[in-house]
């Protein structure tokens, strides 16, 4: 039975509602310590910056700016040591808990991720990276379709004008694999299109120029166009994998999401990237867990994800699939 | 002196790059040629197979049956140009449609085990056949825009090279249909 809303309400009410409110009083008390330790922290960095103005070797600007930032980082290690321990522990009871809600077959590692390995060979993000991190992997069957996804976080260092190491994001979000319906040996990505946008003619020019991804793929199907640019190692077979109705789906799915989506298929398997500007399962620490329109966005956002299997029918197998 | 030679040399540049565009988009119709056709090859040697597990059952359609191994030869035993090929694999996509749709009369046949795998294998090969005359179509549209457009008319003329004609897509796979009717249920 497909998960809704109101199984949703019943189950939150019968199943996860005390657990709640004992992980509500565990935020409780950590915002209370947290509002506590900002106290003591502030009158400390008032005291810090009054010691520092008498002594001759800083001017007070520089006392100031040693005494806020001391007390922000002391600040923010309370705050991560608090919120990490919160982490776990809501995750453990909500997003756990929903997962096999969902699905109870589905099998949830709130900290694991998907290999290195099955990331490069997905050969969505091509650029070189320096931290791979992730966490929250949801392994298993959907409607006897291999499924498994998870939060990825990928980054490259580089350094700015005033030579500081920074982290540039290349990805984050939700990453999601699944076997494909068909089968299939040619590569073929779907990146958002970025320079036909920008760029009109030219930039479709430039598109059938860059070579790095394989041969560009023009399709038959305009919505998709001006959406997305398809680089395919094979036409016909890229072509098999895009039927009209397959493109249709992605721009429906596209509409429905609003936001920036990848996708490639590589050795009769699919690869999905979202993009989230947030780790997709953390909690908010702000926000009260008892509130159930706030339990109700992880739920959705879990009930998409699942969905996409049956979104773009990945169980309707062909003949040599099965 | 200078500047007619960087005209001359220049002018020289695009026209090899017209003539080598036309030349490139020439071949990517002869390769997407080809894959269609080793595609349509593959249905051929399906042909024999499914004629024999179907004519005990289909008595009442040995004149359909004849007519397809009738196509299924000639297909095969003469090399077709491109626009033949067009033809024949529009009768013989059309025949078999009629065929499959008659076979809902045959209850039988349509429990026969060999013959489901048949029909399995078929609409497998037809979705692999739509996506090579699309992209045979995308080719054919790119390179006859290019002996058509100008400046490359030109050349294209001074080539010899002529307008290519287009598959046309069945209006079942222009529409956006719902897929449980290609799949197998």
Known sequence: ?322 | METFLIVIGLLLLILVFMYNTLISKKNQVDTIFAGLDAVLKKRYDLLPNLVSSVKEYMVHESITLEKITELRTKALTTTLPSAETIALDKQISSMLGNLMVTVENYPTLKANENFLHLQGTLNELEEQISAARRAYNQSVNDYNNAIEMFPTNFMASFMHLKRKELFSIPARERQNIDVKTIFQK
Not at chain 1, 54 to 82: K, V
């Open chain 1, 1 to 322: 039975m497909k998960p809704t809303l109101s199984s949703l309400l019943d189950y939150y009410y019968e199943s996860m509602y005390p657990l709640l409110k004992s992980l509500e009083e565990k935020r409780l008390g950590i915002l209370s310590t947290l509002k506590k330790a900002a106290l003591i922290l502030f009158c400390g960095a008032i005291l810090l910056f009054f010691i520092l103005t008498h002594t001759p070797l800083l001017i007070p600007l520089h006392a100031f700016l040693l005494s806020a930032l001391s007390g922000f980082l002391i600040f923010m290690f309370i705050y991560r040591y608090e919120s990490s321990g919160y982490g776990i522990l809501f995750k453990d009871g909500v997003i756990e808990k929903m997962i096999h809600f969902i699905d109870p077959s589905l099998l949830y590692s709130k900290m694991s991720f998907i290999r290195e390995e099955e990331f490069k060979k997905s050969t969505l993000f091509v650029e070189s990276y320096d931290r791979f991190s992730g966490s929250d992997l949801v392994s298993g069957k959907i409607e006897g379709v291999d499924v498994h996804f998870c939060g990825l976080h990928v980054e490259k260092k580089v350094r700015d004008t005033d030579d500081k190491e920074i982290w540039n994001d290349i990805f984050q979000g939700l990453f999601f694999v699944a076997d494909f319906n068909k089968i299939f040996h040619a590569k073929m990505v779907i990146l958002p299109d970025v320079a036909e946008k920008n760029f009109g003619i030219l930039g479709s020019w430039m598109q059938g120029m860059n070579t790095q991804r394989g041969e560009l793929i023009q399709l038959d199907h305009i919505e998709f166009e001006k959406l997305f640019v398809v680089y395919g190692s094979d036409q016909i077979e890229s072509r098999y994998i895009l039927s009209q109705a397959f493109m249709e789906k992605i721009v429906q799915f596209h509409k429905k999401i609003k936001k920036p989506l990848a996708l490639s298929f590589v050795d009769s398997k699919i690869y999905l990237a979202l993009h989230y500007t947030k780790p997709l399962f953390e909690p908010i620490l702000t926000r009260s867990v008892l509130e159930f329109n706030y339990i109700k966005e992880y739920f959705e956002l879990l009930v998409m994800i699942t969905g996409i299997v049956s979104e773009f029918k990945l169980n309707e197998k062909l003949w040599s699939k099965r």
